[in-house]
Each structure stands twice: as C-alpha cells, then as structure tokens.
T-cell receptor, first 120, second 111 residues
Framework: GAGVSQSPSNKVTEKGKDVELRCDPISGHTALYWYRQSLGQGLEFLIYFQGNSAPDKSGLPSDRFSAERTGGSVSTLTIQRTQQEDSAVYLC??????????????????FGNGTRLTVT | RKEVEQDPGPFNVPEGATVAFNCTYSNSASQSFFWYRQDCRKEPKLLMSVYSSGNEDGRFTAQLNRASQYISLLIRDSKLSDSATYLCVVSVTGTASKLTFGTGTRLQVTL
C-alpha cells in the first residue's frame, strides 16, 4: 500500500538491550514525526524531521534515544540500553509539507500502525 | 495544567443520540486545531480540522472558541461505528513539531 509503514510491528526485548525501529513514510512526504503512546496516555512527541532542516529533537526523553532520517525518506529510531519505562507503542507519521510552510491544514499527519515495544 | 485537556470519558450513548466533546488548551498562541479518531489498538486518523468559523462534515461539527480556549466536536445521529477515542490536537503558531495531542475522549455507542 501507499501508507506509512513501520517495522517491526511488535518487539520484545530484555532490559539493557538496544532496539531499532524503522519507519518508511509516504512517498513524497517531506515531514516525518515520531511519537510514542503509553497505555491510556496521549501521544508524546519525540522528534520531527522536515526536509533537509535540522531535526527538532526536543521531545526525546533521554540521550538513550536517537533518530536518523536517511536520504529524506526512511527513518530509524534507536533506543539504547532499554528500560522498562520505554515500553510503549512507537508511532511514526508523515505529512506533505508545502514548500516554505512547516505545517498547514492541508497536510494532516498520516500515521503508521506503530511498533509495540515491550521491555522485560 | 496540561497543554491540552480532555475528559477521558467513557461517554456511553445509544445509537441515534447526539454527543458532544470539549477540549481545552492552555496556550493562547495556538493556531491550528484538529480532531483525530483512534480505534482500539490502531493508529490515529484525521477526522477533521477545526476552522475559526466552525465547520461541518456530515454528522460531525467542530467549533472553536478562542476566547475560552476550547474546541468542541459534536456528533449527531451516533452510529455503532463511531465508537472510538477522539483525540484533540493543537498546534502552536502552525509549527509542525509543536503538535500537542490530548489524551482522548472515549466514546462507546450502544444498541
């Protein structure tokens, strides 16, 4: 399909291990976001990529979290030395951002199905 | 105070009922407002944007009250398929990275 694709859909890992989550945005979408959602909680912003601009990392909860976006397309979110509190659904979203505008009404976020991360 | 607050519900309503949700936001510089819908264990999907003058899409009506800093969503003639969590989303000064999601209001429509 043409939607946002995330992998893996589920990941169980032991505390202290590193994990890598992947997001393949919709083709042509220049904006890419990572959020996480814990059970019964709202979406927590993690990081935002827009074209070739420096990413907004203001939502990353600690230096164990990092993300890259290669070639303006696929993004990976890496969590090092995972902790139990990292358990959540990690959602990636992309949007079509018109030139010169960071956001507009005509650029809704399209979310992937998420990666459910469980740290044991 | 949270940036975006919603009543978590659940709102249990019979089919055919009219139900309304409010969402309050704390930052008066907020410029863009949206309602997203999230089904259980699914990703959020845009339901509708909220325009200053209010807007309607079929059975759904969204309104913005800047003076009181809240937005509302009205659902008329509720269907079983409307059962979901409705997320209020607010953006400050149209900056994409500053989208703030509420925790959602859960709606359960029953027979």
């Amino acid at each position: 399909g043409a939607g946002v694709s995330q992998s893996p859909s589920n990941k169980v890992t032991e505390k202290g291990k590193d994990v890598e989550l992947r997001c393949d945005p919709i083709s042509g979408h220049t904006a890419l976001y990572w959020y996480r959602q814990s059970l019964g909680q709202g979406l927590e912003f993690l990081i935002y990529f827009q074209g070739n601009s420096a990413p907004d990392k203001s939502g990353l909860p600690s230096d164990r979290f990092s993300a890259e976006r290669t070639g303006g397309s696929v993004s990976t979110l890496t969590i090092q030395r995972t902790q139990q509190e990292d358990s959540a659904v990690y959602l990636c979203a992309s949007s079509l951002s018109p030139s010169g505008q960071a956001f507009s009404y005509n650029s809704p976020l399209h979310f992937g199905n998420g990666t459910r991360l469980t740290v044991t | 105070r949270k940036e975006v607050e919603q009543d978590p519900g659940p709102f249990n309503v019979p089919e055919g009922a009219t139900v309304a949700f409010n969402c309050t936001y704390s930052n008066s510089a907020s410029q863009s407002f949206f309602w997203y819908r999230q089904d259980c264990r699914k990703e959020p999907k845009l339901l509708m944007s909220v325009y200053s003058s209010g807007n309607e899409d079929g059975r759904f009506t969204a309104q913005l009250n800047r003076a009181s800093q809240y937005i509302s969503l009205l659902i008329r003639d509720s269907k079983l398929s409307d059962s979901a969590t409705y997320l209020c989303v607010v953006s400050v000064t149209g900056t994409a990275s500053k989208l703030t999601f509420g925790t959602g209001t859960r709606l359960q429509v029953t027979l």
